[in-house]
């Protein structure tokens, strides 16, 4: 029977999108792990502690959503945006950092942080636009672009100054075109806190250049080192500002699926120029946050106790502190900033001390293979030879990684390295 060729085609764009995906590529690590070995594996290449028990969520958490669930009141559909009770239980809940009030209206509940990044860019696609990313970031917002047709422009991160923005360099990437630029705070993958002063130089700079911040706050909070969180929202009056949330990692319940966008605005310049109205018909086509986790939010975001807080911050700074003090004395490991926040530190790796390891992805499918660690390779943040090390895992576990780490870079030093390492043990 005759017929004419098959019509559809697979989305080209999906396929280029996924080239920005930290599961695809961690996948490809992952199928060097040898399976003989009998140690367990060490993932200190994904930003999910909460398989850890030093890393349980609260009770009050745990309570609130089972006293949601057996309720029985929450069993239907969620209204487009967010049930009130919960955008109102948010604005409040961040309005305790900042110098005006949000409302529920100022906020919209999403099915985690990566659908506010998605809503996001969709609200600000439009033929020809671009927006600046942070180089390295989180690639989730690349491939979000790429299907939303955004042009992506990246700015550098300065890993000499702390990891601050190269606003300078910013600059020079902005044209009539450009509309948004992304800073992620605390950083991820750097483990970088911005200072109030820093942050508003870039709002300055946003305002000068006629575009909106997008803050991603996923990490809001979890901060140990000499810099406080300060929100980026605190600036919303020199540029308007949409602030990306979650509960997944101050709560550490990525699972969840519980997030936000937050309107910090207080001059309307969103209602005005219909951002507000294409984030409402963006939500109108996507899929809620689940009902009953939703209706947990008041009771989560209003009786956590500091006690929890500080346990999770004191384990996050003990591991922060030993991965900065092991790879510090490792010298295939250069550039290493300690970090200050987030769960997270860059690494640059120096092949002049390693002897058949050319890459980023060679290094990190090696040390799978003979060591059963799990690192992720930089070039999928935007850093090619550069390795982002996850250290928000249980002390003994980490350290046992990191011994692991060592005892791999000893046998892959070149000579004159294995003389130095072999000095340090």
């Not at 000499?226 to 605190?234: E, L």
């Not at 006690?307 to 295939?332: G, H, Q, S």
């Amino acid at each position: 029977m005759g017929m004419k060729e098959w019509k559809f085609r697979g989305n080209r764009d999906l396929k280029t999108a996924s080239a920005f995906s930290i599961k695809r590529v961690l996948d490809d690590v992952k199928r060097n792990l040898d399976q003989s070995d009998g140690r367990p594996i060490i993932p200190l290449s994904h930003g999910d502690p909460s398989s850890f028990s030093c890393f349980r969520t609260t009770q009050v958490a745990e309570d609130a959503v089972v006293d949601a669930l057996r309720s029985a009141k929450f069993n239907g559909y969620a209204p487009k945006g967010g049930s009130l009770q919960a955008r109102r239980s948010i604005a409040e809940y961040l309005s305790r950092n900042l110098p005006y009030k949000l409302s529920s209206e100022d906020v919209y509940v999403t099915l985690g942080a990566k659908q506010a990044i998605e809503v996001v860019l969709s609200v600000l696609s439009r033929p020809g636009a671009n927006v600046l990313f942070p180089r390295p970031g989180y690639p989730a917002y690349e491939a979000h672009a790429v299907l939303n047709h955004l042009e992506v422009r990246h700015f550098d991160l300065l890993q000499e100054k702390g990891w601050e923005v190269d606003l300078n360099g910013l600059e020079s990437l902005v044209d009539d075109k450009t509309v948004a630029m992304v800073i992620i705070n605390p950083g991820n993958p750097c483990g970088n806190v911005f200072t109030c002063d820093h942050l508003q130089k870039i709002a300055e700079t946003a305002r000068r250049m006629g575009i909106l911040v997008i803050a991603d706050e996923a990490y809001a909070h979890l901060t140990f080192g000499t810099n406080p969180y300060v929100p980026m929202g605190i600036f919303g009056n020199i540029a308007p500002v949409l602030t990306l949330g979650t509960l997944s990692k101050r709560w550490l319940v990525p699972g969840w699926r519980l997030g936000w966008i937050a309107r910090n605005d207080p001059d309307g310049i969103f209602e005005e120029h219909g951002v507000v109205e294409c984030i409402k018909r963006s939500l109108n086509t996507n899929t809620e946050a689940a009902t009953f986790i939703q209706a947990a939010v008041p009771q989560i975001l209003e009786n956590t106790t500091d006690d929890f807080f500080v346990k999770t911050i004191n384990t996050l700074r003990e591991d922060a502190d030993m991965c900065y003090e092991w790879l510090k004395d490792i010298p295939c490991f250069t550039c290493l900033e300690k970090p200050q926040g987030s769960l997270f530190l860059m690494v640059k790796l120096d092949f002049s001390q390693l002897q058949g390891i050319n890459d980023d992805m060679e290094f990190c499918s090696k040390l799978a293979k003979e060591e059963s660690v799990l690192l992720l390779p930089g070039f999928v943040l935007g850093l090619k030879n550069w390795v982002r090390v996850t250290f928000a895992i249980e002390p003994s576990a980490l350290e046992d990684g990191l011994a692991r780490i060592k005892s791999f870079c000893m046998r892959h030093a070149n000579k004159q390295s294995n003389r130095d390492i072999c000095l340090l043990i």
